[in-house]
Nanobody
Framework: QVQLVESGGGLVQPGRSLRLACVAS????????MGWFRQAPGKEREFVAA????????DYAEAVKTRFTISRDNAENVLYLQMDMLKPEDTAVYYC???????????????????WGQGTQVTVSS
């Protein structure tokens, strides 16, 4: 059974940092592209970042590309999102997701992710 469990969210002041983690189980993590998405209250879920199965290629949403870093540890089956210089508009529930098939890169296309975690809340406020 595929499981994706996010952690690391919380309340943080503007300009500070957080690192989210997504622990994966139930599948061969190193074979799958992964992504991070977020959903703010009253808004649609939006793409944040994606990474290929090998970690060699990454993409970011324009709003976060200079502040966030996606990475993965294939030995430990963990996906990370390092978030620096946080802004109030980054407030959202953050979700990790698994690409729809092995060795496939889903990028920013939410419809091409098969499995999703339950999410972790990030609140940026002074």
């Amino acid at each position: 059974q595929v499981q994706l469990v996010e952690s690391g969210g919380g309340l943080v002041q503007p300009g500070r940092s957080l690192r989210l983690a997504c622990v994966a189980s139930g599948f061969t993590f190193q074979n799958y592209g992964m992504g991070w998405f977020r959903q703010a209250p009253g808004k649609e879920r939006e793409f944040v970042a994606a990474i290929t199965y090998s970690g060699e290629h990454r993409d970011y949403a324009e709003a976060v590309k200079t502040r966030f870093t996606i990475s993965r540890d294939n030995a430990e089956n963990v996906l990370y999102l390092q978030m620096d210089m946080l802004k109030p508009e980054d407030t959202a529930v953050y979700y990790c997701a698994r690409s729809m098939r092995e060795y496939y890169y889903s990028g920013s296309a939410a419809g091409e992710y098969l499995d999703w975690g339950q999410g972790t809340q990030v609140t940026v406020s002074s």
